[in-house]
């Protein structure tokens, strides 16, 4: 069975600073790999998913992930931050059984 | 392009009681999964609906029920409520028909058990 791991549970950073999340996943196969956005009593919004290819994938709002086989990592990057991004991100893994394993979530501050 | 919606938006039940949540696809879209998001946790995995039969389920018991319907729509029945059922449930849909799909969610139906 999948699993994901987000190590980082709450992250602040300054208005205009970069971004990292980290994301960790486990699965026998390649993974199917996505990074949501959930605002505040709000659902899930899709920023970006791997399916295969390029394992630099671009999203919406400026976001960016890499998939890192050899790390099992799938970490997303923004290169400045908004206010509007403060947020809890998901990440998720998917398998060919269709269903969605996400991780804990991490929660964004952006301090002025 | 309505996206999925989900009603209703909020609800309060007893501990015993019966509830049903509705969620309507994507246009085009012929896949429902159905998630529990508790307070300061990811969403788990109920169960997935594709024509008309669930395909796939999480580790939730059988009080958890859900159905879809020709229009591609989809209930979810929680019978016998308890104080951990309060959570956020979330709805997504799906395109199956391309292989592995992505899940675009709905705003959730927040239900609180008293």
């Known amino acids: 069975a999948q699993s994901v791991t987000q190590p980082d549970i709450h992250i602040t950073v300054s208005e205009g600073a970069s971004l990292e999340l980290r994301c960790n996943y486990s699965?026998?196969?390649?993974?199917?790999l996505f990074w949501y956005v959930q605002s505040p009593g709000q659902g899930l919004q899709l920023l970006l998913k791997y399916f295969s290819g390029d394992t630099l994938v671009q999203g919406i709002k400026g976001f960016e992930a890499e998939f890192k086989r050899s790390q099992s990592s799938f970490n997303l990057r923004k290169p400045s931050v908004h206010w509007s991004d403060a947020a809890e991100y998901f990440c998720a893994v998917g398998a060919e059984d269709y269903k969605l394993s996400f991780g804990a979530g991490t929660t964004v501050t952006v301090r002025a | 392009d309505a996206g999925v919606t989900q009603s209703p938006t909020h609800l309060i039940k007893t501990r015993g009681q019966q509830v049903t949540l509705r969620c309507s696809p994507k246009?085009?879209?012929?896949?429902v999964s159905w998630y529990q998001q508790a307070l300061g946790q990811g969403p788990q995995f109920i169960f997935q609906y594709y024509e008309e039969e669930e395909r796939q389920r999480g580790n939730f018991p059988d009080r958890f029920s859900g159905h879809q319907f020709p229009n591609y729509s989809s209930e979810l029945n929680v019978n016998a409520l308890l104080l951990g059922d309060s959570a956020l449930y979330l709805c997504a849909s799906s395109d199956r028909k391309f292989g592995q799909e992505t899940q675009y969610f709905g705003p959730g139906t927040r239900l609180l058990v008293l």
């Open positions: 699965y026998g196969a390649t993974p199917y």
């Open positions: 246009s085009g879209h012929d896949t």
